[in-house]
């Protein structure tokens, strides 16, 4: 089973609302990221941490926070969302960031009403 | 144009087919290959890295053309418990991190 924990499974927010994506790790990796999988889209890199120190913000809206306060952890805060951004939110996370294998979590498939 | 081009398919074989998938890649600096597998409502899983010599790991086979920019994945004698999406994935040589992943391409093997 995956190494990489990720809560809640599913979520339904309003546009006003505020809530927390947790991922959780339990492989010892010191590289985390936040992916957004849409319909019918590849999988799109949100966020990188290596040693918990953001690397990558791929030009994602502010209304997305990410947190990373260890290596085995990582949250993504959401406030005023829009409906577009329903999707599944993956996690993964490798060993390090030059590593080539990443394990993902199950993912938090969000929607915005 | 796409970073990773895949056809979405659904590819629908009957067990026991061979089946192969296709995937082209725009940047030449692309250094890493791999396909990953996601099953419906399931998180991605490496299935194998693609190298430059080709690579066998059972019944699938990855096969590398640099010159051409595309990646193959071969099935044999298919399983139903094949049935899922296959993602192309690249690694630039110019990031160490940033995996680019296809839309994937959808394999339906029936009975």
């Known amino acids: 089973e995956t190494g990489v924990t990720q809560t809640p499974r599913h979520l339904v927010m309003g546009m006003t609302n505020k809530k927390s994506l947790k991922c959780e790790q339990h492989l010892g990796h010191n590289a985390m990221y936040w992916y957004k999988q849409s319909a019918k889209k590849p999988l799109e890199l949100m966020f990188v941490y290596n040693f918990k120190e953001q690397t990558e913000n791929n030009s994602v809206p502010s209304r997305f926070s990410p947190e990373c306060p260890n290596s085995s952890h990582l949250f993504l805060h959401l406030h005023t969302l829009q409906p577009e951004d329903s999707a599944l939110y993956l996690c993964a996370s490798s060993q390090d960031t030059l590593l080539d294998e990443q394990y993902f979590g199950p993912g938090t498939r969000l929607t915005v009403t | 144009r796409k970073e990773v081009e895949q056809d979405p398919g659904p590819f629908n074989v009957p067990e026991g087919a061979t089946v192969a998938f296709n995937c082209t890649y725009s940047?030449?600096?692309?250094?890493?290959f791999f396909w990953y597998r996601q099953d419906c409502r399931k998180e991605p899983k490496l299935l194998m890295s693609?190298?430059?010599s080709g690579n066998e790991d059972g019944r699938f086979t990855a096969q590398l053309n640099r010159a051409s920019q595309y990646i193959s994945l071969l099935i044999r004698d298919s399983k139903l418990s094949d049935s899922a999406t296959y993602l192309c994935v690249v690694k630039l040589r110019d990031s160490s991190y940033k995996l680019i992943f296809g839309s994937g391409t959808r394999l339906l093997v029936r009975p």
């Open positions: 940047n030449s600096a692309s250094q890493s």
């Open positions: 693609v190298y430059s």
